[in-house]
Nanobody, 122 residues
Framework: QVQLVESGGGLVQAGGSLKLSCQAS????????MAWFRQAPGMNREFVGL????????TYADSVKSRFNISRGNARTTIFLEMSRLRPEDTGVYFC???????????????WGRGTQVTVSS
């Protein structure tokens, strides 16, 4: 089993920045991809971006491209989501996910964190 723990959420004003972290533990050797999703109240879970754990550039949803940056930590299974120029529509619960396949659909990810709340005030 793999456990994912997100941290770093909070309340920020529009235009501000926030950095989220996700750390995976357990049987992580099989993981190839880690991703971020978000979910606003009453909405479906939405892809934010992903990164391969063995290298390569991150991939982003169009709605966050040029504002968000995903990076790997010193530990292979730690990733970060740096969010800048935040907008009220970025509000939601942000989830870290991990799996073996490069995909933007939630069903392709086997492991999920519990999420961290991000609220952007206008």
């Amino acid at each position: 089993q793999v456990q994912l723990v997100e941290s770093g959420g909070g309340l920020v004003q529009a235009g501000g920045s926030l950095k989220l972290s996700c750390q995976a533990s357990g049987r992580t050797v099989s993981l190839a991809i880690m991703a971020w999703f978000r979910q606003a109240p009453g909405m479906n879970r939405e892809f934010v971006g992903l990164i391969g754990l063995s290298g390569g550039d991150a991939t982003y949803a169009d709605s966050v491209k040029s504002r968000f940056n995903i990076s790997r930590g010193n530990a292979r299974t730690t990733i970060f989501l740096e969010m800048s120029r935040l907008r009220p529509e970025d509000t939601g619960v942000y989830f870290c996910a991990a799996g073996r396949t490069v995909a933007s659909r939630p069903q392709y990810y086997t492991y999920w964190g519990r999420g961290t709340q991000v609220t952007v005030s206008s």
